[in-house]
């Protein structure tokens, strides 16, 4: 199967550190794939020059098969991929429909459009519509996403990011500073959005929560993938072994 998204050979360097050292990533069609690493492996840059946010001094990107230059993140964004940052980047005093096309809004035909004028109802329906088909509940569509959990307020984000991206969704730690209610909530909506054909890379923490959603595995260490694993066959031992060079040491040994 063709690689949907592609990194191979990314270097990137800030001052006298190198972030990334000739690092590889592979995102196929239809999956989701745990990016994970210790701190200060590389990942958030990696994931920061796949979306578009960081450009590589080194290296390529491929979309679908083709070399591909992301200067900017609307360059990745025209491709079909979106990014979901820790900090979710959401507008607390709007509800979920304007956080939803937040910065896309939607103008009301005609003269009231040419005048500026938000067409609401439509927001709202196409809102209820993808918050409904990745089993997003929100009690009150209307209320502001300040006041609701931190579980709902990580899938609003998360349903933004799908509502404008067909192709690949980064998502960064979605699950931190969530209760085990939310968090599993929170991946139900990850699995669903993998199910209805968007890519999903997810970085990540948490082994267990790894295991549980991912279909793949690909461990940064040092600015470079060092291992990929197929989740269903390997371990939470296996991947820290990954992660901090033991698994190396002990197949040399």
Do not use: C
Request: proline share 4%; net charge neutral; glycine share 12%.
């Amino acid at each position: 199967m063709q690689p949907l998204l592609e990194g191979r050979g990314l270097v990137k360097r800030f001052g006298q550190v190198q972030a990334l050292r000739g690092a590889d990533f592979t995102v196929f069609p239809g999956e989701v794939v745990a990016l994970i690493g210790d701190n200060g492996a590389g990942k958030s840059t990696l994931t920061k020059v796949l979306a578009g946010a960081a450009r590589p001094d080194e290296g390529g990107i491929l979309f679908e098969g083709a070399p591909v230059t992301l200067e900017r993140p609307t360059d990745a964004q025209r491709l079909g991929i979106e990014t979901v940052y820790q900090d979710l980047a959401l507008a607390p005093d709007l509800d979920g429909a304007a956080n939803l096309f937040l910065g896309r809004e939607l103008l009301r035909r005609g003269l009231a459009g040419r005048l500026g004028v938000l067409d609401k109802a439509a927001m709202r329906r196409r809102a209820v519509d993808a918050f409904a088909r990745l089993g997003v509940e929100l009690q009150d569509i209307d209320a502001p996403i300040g006041t609701l959990s931190g579980g709902q307020r990580q899938s609003v984000a998360i349903a933004r990011a799908v509502a404008w991206a067909d192709k690949v969704v980064f998502m960064d730690e979605p699950t931190a500073a969530l209760g085990v209610l939310q968090r599993g909530r929170v991946l139900d909506v990850v699995r669903k959005v993998r199910d209805a054909g968007t890519s999903v890379v997810l970085i990540s923490h948490n082994m267990p929560e790894v295991l549980s959603v991912a279909d793949r595995v690909e461990v940064l260490r040092l600015g470079q993938r060092v291992a990929t694993f197929t989740a269903a066959d390997t371990s939470v031992e296996e991947l820290v072994g990954a992660m901090t060079g033991a698994l190396d040491e002990g197949r040399a040994a």
